[in-house]
T-cell receptor, first 114, second 116 residues
């Protein structure tokens, strides 16, 4: 069965620092997708990125970047020059094999202090 | 583009009462999902619909829980005889797809339930 591990429960940084959130996953599927979502204090899960297992290129979107390494089953997320508005809980997820059911990690709570 | 909406946003009820939540997906999305999230945890899958058909249910969905999507548009999640352990955030999501392709699920703001 799919499993997602986010070992960092809480991270606290000062504004403008770079921060990396780790995600390690387990799957027996040869084709799979990985997701990151952001959950600010308001509670709504905001979609950040979807990555196909065939595409191992790193992705950059503004201050956000993602490092996908199939060899280590990791899909890490880096925020460059963090801002207070980045404070949220971040979840990594992947679908259960052959299903649309998403399996989430426990999340990493990021606090960016001014 | 209107996102996923949920109603109510907050619900406080007494143990033993029935509650019903509503979810309106993004208009063209044919798939609709319900998840439950407790404090400090990631969302856990409850059930999902493709159009009006309920295709998968989690073992978390006890007999007291029922979900419907009668016309393939909005969905309702009902909890009968609520228990304190039902206190959680109930999240709805929707996506567009016809086969398994790991489509992106877009989430609503959630309904926060507190059972006293």
């Amino acid at each position: 069965a799919q499993k997602v591990t986010q070992a960092q429960t809480e991270i606290s940084v000062v504004e403008k620092e770079d921060v990396t959130l780790d995600c390690v996953y387990e799957t027996r599927d040869t084709t799979y997708y990985l997701f990151w979502y952001k959950q600010p204090p308001s509670g709504e899960l905001v979609f950040l990125i979807r990555r196909n297992s065939f595409d191992e290129q790193n992705e950059i979107s503004g201050r956000y970047s993602w490092n996908f390494q199939k060899s280590t089953s990791s899909f890490n997320f880096t925020i460059t020059a963090s801002q207070v508005v980045d404070s949220a809980v971040y979840f990594c997820a992947l679908p259960q094999g052959g299903s649309e059911k998403l399996v989430f990690g426990k999340g990493t709570k990021l606090t960016v202090n001014p | 583009d209107t996102g996923v909406s949920q109603d109510p946003r907050h619900k406080i009820t007494k143990r033993g009462q029935n509650v019903t939540f509503r979810c309106d997906p993004i208009s063209e999305h044919n798939r609709l999902y319900w998840y439950r999230q407790t404090l400090g945890q990631g969302p856990e899958f409850l059930t999902y619909f493709q159009n009006e058909a309920q295709l998968e249910k989690s073992r978390l969905l006890s007999d007291r829980f029922s979900a419907e999507r009668p016309k393939g548009s909005f969905s309702t999640l009902e909890i009968q005889r609520t228990e304190q352990g039902d206190s959680a955030m109930y999240l709805c999501a929707s996506s567009l797809g016809d086969s398994w392709r790991g489509e992106t699920q877009y989430f609503g703001p959630g309904t926060r339930l507190l059972v006293l």
